[in-house]
């Protein structure tokens, strides 16, 4: 799994899914059948990604601005 998030880093850098949420994805991923190959687990996340509806990436944006405000109120310590 570490593999496939270090390559999801590198294909979207500051943009990519975090690690738990690459998990969930290839979890998904292998439980439907694609394959354990680190390619074909890349492409089915990907293709996970982009099927999912545009109020799922809203609802995680706006998740980013209370763990923003928790990260400000400790003064950038871990939360």
């Known amino acids: 799994m570490g593999k496939i998030h ?3 880093c590198v294909v979207y850098g ?3 899914v975090d690690r ?7 979890q998904r991923v ?3 059948g694609s394959g354990d ?3 074909g687990v890349i492409h089915a996340v ?3 990604l982009r099927e999912q509806e545009t ?3 809203k ?14 109120d400790v003064d950038g310590y871990y939360v």
């Open 6 to 8: 270090k390559r999801l």
């Open 14 to 16: 500051s943009c990519a």
């Open 20 to 26: 738990s949420t690459a998990g969930r994805c290839v």
């Open 30 to 32: 292998m439980v439907s």
């Open 37 to 39: 190959d680190d390619e």
């Open 46 to 48: 990907r293709t996970w």
């Open 55 to 57: 109020s799922w990436y």
């Open 59 to 72: 609802e995680g944006m706006h998740a980013l601005v209370s763990r923003w405000r928790k990260a400000v």
